[in-house]
């Protein structure tokens, strides 16, 4: 998922790879409904802008026709995590990392 177009260039989460459970009686149904997540690798960078606004927050962003509504997520499990959150500086430039953790494991229950 990209920075929101405020933000420099880069990303605010990538991830390895994602095993994702589905119903199988919502697919039959023509929905997707996803019971469960597990998330190997993910980097999640979080970006500070100076007048407030961090880059995973997005107000200006509007729900696209191409998308499906997640609902809860039951179990979502995240493996050798990374988490990096940072600040801008006034020019917008990126700033120094003010916080940084690896090897991040947990498990999460009913996710929204």
Excluded at 50 to 64: K, L, R, T, Y
Excluded at 72 to 95: D, E, M, T, Y
Aim: aromatic share 8%; glycine share 6%; with cysteine.
């Amino acid at each position: 998922m990209k920075n929101p177009p405020i933000f420099p260039r880069g990303y605010v989460v990538q991830v390895a790879r994602i095993d994702a459970e589905l119903s199988v009686g919502a697919l039959l149904h023509r929905q997707v409904v996803v019971k469960s997540l597990v998330l190997e690798d993910p980097v999640l960078n979080m970006t500070s802008d100076p007048d407030g606004p961090w880059n995973f927050e997005n107000p200006q962003a509007q729900a696209s026709q191409n998308t499906f509504p997640l609902g809860v997520i039951s179990r979502v499990q995240i493996k050798r995590g990374r988490l990096i959150a940072s600040n801008l500086l006034p020019s917008g430039a990126a700033g120094p990392v003010f916080f940084e953790a690896h090897e991040i494991f947990c498990d999460l229950e009913q996710v929204n």
